[in-house]
């Protein structure tokens, strides 16, 4: 079993320390806390079924904004058009 620290757990999963603490705390992810030098320091005990439930749960960054960016597009083309729409009718009473 390989020990990393949080840190390198999050930067290795693309994730927030912040969000990798809640999963500590959370007892999602195996930890041991280690005094080192007067310091406690907490390692992330790495498991092959503990990691495939984690990127299970993950949602990558890229999909999630990609999606909505697309649906903004969608919205702002439809908004666009009415607004052509309505200029052209415009046009016509004057």
Do not use: C, W
């Not at 079993?1 to 390198?8: C, E, G, L, S, Y």
């Not at 912040?18 to 790495?46: H, P, Q, R």
């Amino acid at each position: 079993m390989q020990k990393v620290t949080i840190k390198a757990y999050a930067v290795k999963h693309k994730l927030s320390i912040f969000n990798v603490m809640k999963m500590v705390k959370a007892a999602t992810l195996k930890s041991e806390v280690v005094e080192i030098d007067g310091k406690e320091t907490t390692y992330i005990l790495l498991d092959e079924n503990t990691e495939a439930e984690v990127k299970k749960n993950i949602i990558p960054i890229e999909e999630s904004s990609d999606i909505k960016l697309k649906n903004e597009v969608y919205t702002l083309k439809n908004e666009v058009e009415l607004l052509r729409k309505e200029i052209e009718e415009m046009k016509k009473l004057l």
